[in-house]
């Protein structure tokens, strides 16, 4: 599966959506014709060969949990380890995270297993503990249009994963993309987890699958999915990863877990060991048809 600069194309969205590619220059394929291939650790996103795939709890638990868990997950195939140790919640009253607590915590998952690890963060002080430690920081989508702190990860030579915001079109998200540039950071990877749905529609968030081809014309940047999100419940969640690799995406973010009913949050969202396994079996075979590999 091919993208790349369409003129006709662009043209298109400029006049039937007003999406104007003037916004975000540094981002926009007008720009920069050739994929852009962001290395997380030794891990390659983009380029349009490799499909890596982010895996990991909603939050960490323990020590030897995050340890534990990162050496079975990188035995399933995983390439990243996603270690959450803050959470930005709607209620109040919801874990909110370990905290500063786990900072150490990645540090010795990272030391056991070799594995790249990605974090969110929600405030600049965040960035400031754990910009040594973390390979890919994620801005969540709550955060997407927090611009201060995008320009702060803009300042820092660490890749980062950005998020759509819940209500934002795709050129907003470009737009927030274009604040990491222009201070300097250029390792930047899209991610797709959905906007808000319509009541009664079964779904959590509304995952616009074209939202992957047309991304990938507008822009250079590797654009990943998250179907965790979107689907909210693991008996869905297997069916809109493999929607995503067979889109085109460059990567899978997915929050995966051993006994998700001992887990500390959102236990329906986190799929099992064997449902993982399943999955890759399944999205393995999608990659070799379009002529893509995991890893």
Same mark, same amino acid.
């Given at each position: 599966?091919?993208?790349?600069?369409?003129?006709?194309?662009?043209?298109?969205?400029?006049?039937?959506?007003?999406?104007?590619?003037?916004?975000?220059?540094?981002?926009?394929?007008?720009?920069?014709?050739?994929?852009?291939?962001?290395?997380?650790?030794?891990?390659?996103?983009?380029?349009?060969?490799?499909?890596?795939?982010?895996?990991?709890?909603?939050?960490?638990?323990?020590?030897?949990?995050?340890?534990?868990?990162?050496?079975?997950?990188?035995?399933?195939?995983?390439?990243?380890?996603?270690?959450?140790?803050?959470?930005?919640?709607?209620? !109040?009253?919801?874990?909110?995270?370990?905290?500063?607590?786990?900072?150490?915590?990645?540090?010795?998952?990272?030391?056991?297993?070799?594995?790249?690890?990605?974090?969110? /963060?929600?405030?600049?002080?965040?960035?400031?503990?754990?910009?040594?430690?973390?390979?890919?920081?994620?801005?969540?989508?709550?955060?997407?249009?927090?611009?201060?702190?995008?320009?702060?990860?803009?300042?820092?030579?660490?890749?980062?994963?950005?998020?759509?915001?819940?209500?934002?079109?795709?050129?907003?998200?470009?737009?927030?993309?274009?604040?990491?540039?222009?201070?300097?950071?250029?390792?930047?990877?899209?991610?797709?987890?959905?906007?808000?749905?319509?009541?009664?529609?079964?779904?959590?968030?509304?995952?616009?699958?074209?939202?992957?081809? /047309?991304?990938?014309?507008?822009?250079?940047?590797?654009?990943?999915?998250?179907?965790?999100? !979107?689907?909210?419940?693991?008996?869905?969640?297997?069916?809109?990863?493999?929607? /995503?690799?067979?889109?085109?995406?460059?990567?899978?973010?997915?929050?995966?877990?051993?006994?998700?009913?001992?887990?500390?949050?959102?236990?329906?969202?986190?799929?099992?060991?064997?449902?993982?396994?399943?999955?890759?079996?399944?999205?393995?075979? /999608?990659?070799?048809?379009?002529?893509?590999?995991?890893?």
């Amino acid at each position: 599966m091919v993208y790349g600069y369409d003129e006709d194309f662009l043209s298109y969205l400029k006049i039937k959506f007003a999406i104007n590619s003037e916004q975000f220059p540094l981002v926009s394929r007008e720009k920069h014709r050739r994929d852009s291939i962001i290395k997380v650790g030794k891990v390659q996103f983009g380029g349009g060969c490799n499909f890596p795939i982010i895996a990991g709890p909603c939050g960490l638990k323990s020590e030897k949990d995050s340890i534990q868990t990162a050496i079975e997950l990188k035995g399933l195939g995983v390439d990243v380890f996603r270690g959450f140790i803050w959470k930005g919640r709607t209620n !109040p009253s919801s874990f909110q995270g370990v905290g500063e607590t786990g900072i150490n915590w990645l540090r010795k998952v990272k030391e056991q297993t070799n594995l790249p690890i990605d974090t969110e /963060i929600l405030s600049e002080n965040h960035l400031k503990l754990i910009k040594d430690i973390v390979d890919v920081i994620q801005i969540g989508a709550r955060n997407m249009q927090n611009y201060e702190l995008l320009k702060a990860v803009g300042s820092v030579k660490i890749p980062v994963i950005l998020k759509n915001g819940p209500g934002a079109g795709i050129d907003e998200l470009l737009c927030a993309a274009e604040y990491i540039a222009r201070g300097g950071n250029k390792d930047i990877i899209l991610c797709l987890r959905g906007t808000k749905s319509l009541a009664g529609s079964g779904s959590r968030f509304t995952l616009d699958m074209s939202g992957f081809a /047309i991304l990938k014309r507008l822009t250079h940047l590797p654009v990943i999915g998250d179907p965790t999100h !979107p689907a909210d419940h693991n008996a869905i969640i297997p069916s809109v990863a493999m929607g /995503i690799a067979a889109c085109g995406a460059d990567g899978l973010l997915i929050e995966v877990y051993n006994k998700p009913e001992m887990a500390l949050t959102d236990k329906k969202q986190l799929i099992d060991y064997s449902q993982f396994a399943k999955t890759m079996h399944f999205i393995n075979g /999608i990659l070799a048809t379009i002529g893509k590999k995991n890893g």
